[in-house]
Structure formats: structure tokens, C-alpha cells
């Protein structure tokens, strides 16, 4: 009780990996060396794994809004029409950056919670003469929901449109075939599952949505996607990098190589189940509606009469541990767990049993240990599958 370990338990940033931490020491680098090139040009060629992409990939000195910003004024034109999909807090940011640079969007929303149909789009799309675009999340971290992208993907690359998709806590958490899937833009961030510090992002780039850039009239300098895609082939970059987090990303990406992009995903999304589970065999309700569930986080309402915030700010206080609350009109209303990157069972067992400890002292009846028991339950018949499945 007297020592506390700080630990983060949010979508963002999360735990960093001990290996790219130290790397980050050494940032003294001179970025236009021989060295570093090697180390970019890695890099690169590492994120278009990690992506499961054979697509261009832009490197940016941002955060995820960066990249985000750069999809837009890159590719389309003031007046151009674009669908843009929201469903929270970020599909709302894909509306704001639209808008700025002079969209004509047609909007298609749904409730916190709930998720947009594939067949929303196709009707959008059906309706409206000339779509440029369309823009969506593939995980909105707001509200704990996926959506299906592989179908709204199918969907879009059968028109002329290009699908922009915000996968900043989608990928490494969940399955995104970018190239099969017809995925135009495809945008990352460092500050998840990818381990290090906020302040790099990252988007792969098809060459449907480059044909588009030669096209479009919206100005930039920085953010300029097909300078960036150009120099990260040679070990470059336009501007002056990020050195220490590139530096730290390097690390990251090899560790990635070393067990798999698949078992990364797989670990996000084994324990989101058993978030998921633990949550419910406490009596609590689980946010997402009529949606598909998240692997980068589990948003989680509070029992009746206690403010979400309250269960965020015991977890600090009592644990060291920082969680999320809800955001804008679902503060209060939903706590939020990250799974994502560099987060195993130990930290899952561990985020539980507090909760349980938790909604005690704030007077609700709790049977110590049921939380714990259901995620111990998923980690089991995991452990199982895995041992049937191992080489004999």
C-alpha cells in the first residue's frame, strides 16, 4: 500500500516497450547520417509489415491528427463530396478536418455505442452523384466499437471514391487486410499499439489515392504525403524526424516481427474478451450497442448512481493506475480500459481485482474474486487452444 507503481490503462498513450525506452537514449543521432538512414529506411520497411501492406507508407513528426489532416488536403479539393462516417468523439474529428478544408460531407451518423452498417454506406454512396471520399474509424476509442471495414472497404473500391480510414487504435489490435480490403488511406499512431511516446504518425497510401493527389487543389507544405513516401524509401525524410522516437520504433517494430503482427492482434483481442467477461460477471453493462466490440478498449458503464469519474479517480489514488473516463457527453457515464500493445494478462488480472476492490469501497456488493475468476476463465481455454495446437 505504500508503494505505488504508476501504470497506464488508457487507449493512449499506453506502456512503452522497456527495449524501445532505452533505444530512445541514444537520440543523439544526427538524422542525415549514414546511420540513421539504415535506421529509417528499416523503419519503413517495418511499418509496411506491421500494416500488412505493400502500399506507400508516410512517416509524419505528429500526432495522429497529422495524418489524419494530410489524407484531406492532399487528396481532395475545396467543394469535393465526401461521405464521413461518425459514431463519436473521432468520427466527429473526421467531420471537423473535412469541414476546414472546404468539403461538400454528407453525413452519416449513429449514436455512441452503436456502430455504421455497411449498407449505410452503399445507400450514401447510391444517393449521392460524384462521392470523392469516404472517411471512417476502425476502431472509435471514444466508445469502445469497431467498425466493419472489410465490407464498407469491398464496398467503396467498387466506386471512384477512396476510403480514408483513421485506424489509429484499430491497427495491431485488429484484423485490417488493407491491400485485399480496397483500404485507400489507412492512418496510425505511435502512442498505441505500436508502444512509444505520442508524437509520430503514420499512414499507408494506395496508389488509387495517389492519382487522386495529383488531382487535388487543397494546399499543404509539411504534411505532404507523396514527398514523404518518396524520401521513406530512401531512409529519408523531407523535414526534420522525430530521431528519438523513430529510434524507438525501430525497436518496437522488430519485437513485432519477432512474435507475429497476428499475435499481436490476437493478444488484443483475447483480452478485450476477457475485459469484456470480467465486466459483465460483475453485474456491469458494456457500452457498445448493436456494434461490433473493440480490441483496443473495453468502455464500461458504472453501476446506477456512481459517476464514472469517481471509478477513475480511485483507480488513481488508491492503485497509481489511469484509466479513462467517457468523453464529451459521456463523461460520467463510461470508464474505459486499454488492451492494446505492450499490455498482457498480468496487468488484465491486476486491473480487475482493483475494479472489484473498488465498487466495494464505494458500497456495491461485490463477491471478490468474480471479475478475476472470468478472466482467468478466457486466459485458460486460450492456454488450452494454444497447447492443442503446438507442434508435437
Known amino acids: 500500500m505504500y508503494v505505488k507503481k504508476p501504470r497506464l490503462l488508457t487507449p493512449g498513450p499506453t506502456p512503452l516497450y522497456p527495449p524501445a525506452a532505452r533505444a530512445m537514449a541514444g537520440a543523439d543521432m544526427h538524422h542525415r547520417t549514414g546511420e540513421f538512414i539504415e535506421v529509417y529506411r528499416s523503419v519503413i520497411a517495418g511499418l509496411r509489415y506491421f500494416m500488412g501492406t505493400e502500399n506507400g507508407i508516410a512517416l509524419f513528426a505528429a500526432s495522429g491528427t497529422g495524418a489524419m489532416e494530410a489524407a484531406v488536403s492532399n487528396l481532395f479539393s475545396a467543394g469535393d463530396k465526401a461521405i464521413v462516417c461518425t459514431a463519436g468523439k473521432f468520427g466527429e474529428r473526421w ?14 451518423e449513429k449514436p455512441y455505442g452503436e456502430s455504421v452498417k455497411p449498407e449505410q454506406v452503399a445507400q450514401a454512396l447510391a444517393g449521392n452523384a460524384g462521392v470523392q471520399g469516404v472517411f471512417i474509424q476502425a476502431t472509435e476509442s471514444s466508445t469502445g466499437v469497431s467498425h466493419d471495414v472489410e465490407a464498407i472497404g469491398k464496398i467503396v473500391a467498387a466506386t471512384d471514391a477512396i476510403l480514408v480510414v483513421d485506424a489509429i487504435t484499430g491497427l495491431g489490435t485488429s484484423v485490417l487486410e488493407i491491400d485485399a480490403w480496397g483500404l485507400d488511406v489507412v492512418i496510425g499512431g505511435s502512442q498505441k499499439a505500436v508502444m512509444i511516446p505520442p508524437g509520430l504518425a503514420y499512414c499507408s497510401v494506395s496508389e488509387k489515392a495517389l492519382q487522386r493527389a495529383a488531382a487535388a487543389s487543397n494546399p499543404y507544405f509539411y504534411f505532404d504525403l507523396r514527398k514523404h513516401i518518396a524520401a521513406g524509401v530512401e531512409g529519408d525524410s523531407p523535414w526534420t524526424p522525430a530521431a528519438s522516437l523513430i529510434l524507438g520504433l525501430g525497436e518496437v517494430l522488430r519485437f513485432v516481427r519477432e512474435i507475429g503482427r497476428e499475435k499481436l492482434i490476437a493478444n488484443a483481442q483475447l483480452l478485450a474478451r476477457a475485459a469484456r467477461g470480467a465486466a459483465q460477471a460483475l453485474g456491469l453493462e458494456l457500452f457498445v450497442r448493436d456494434a461490433i466490440p473493440a480490441g483496443a478498449v473495453t468502455a464500461i458503464r458504472p453501476p446506477a448512481g456512481i459517476d464514472s469519474g469517481e471509478i477513475v479517480k480511485r483507480y488513481k489514488s488508491d492503485f497509481a493506475a489511469i484509466v479513462a473516463n467517457g468523453q464529451g457527453s459521456m463523461k460520467g457515464r463510461v470508464f474505459r480500459y486499454a488492451h492494446l500493445g ?38 485458460l481455454a486460450a492456454q488450452a487452444a494454444d497447447r492443442t495446437e503446438a507442434p508435437r
Do not use: K, S
Not at 478536418?97 to 460531407?105: E, M
Open 342 to 379: 505492450y499490455f498482457d494478462f498480468h496487468d488484465l488480472f491486476a486491473t480487475v481485482a482493483e475494479l472489484e476492490l473498488i465498487l466495494h469501497d464505494l458500497g456495491r456488493p461485490v463477491e471478490f474474486g468474480t471479475g478475476v475468476r472470468a478472466a482467468q476463465a478466457v486466459y
Open 95 to 108: 467531420l471537423r478536418i473535412a469541414q476546414a478544408f472546404g468539403l461538400d460531407t454528407v453525413v452519416i
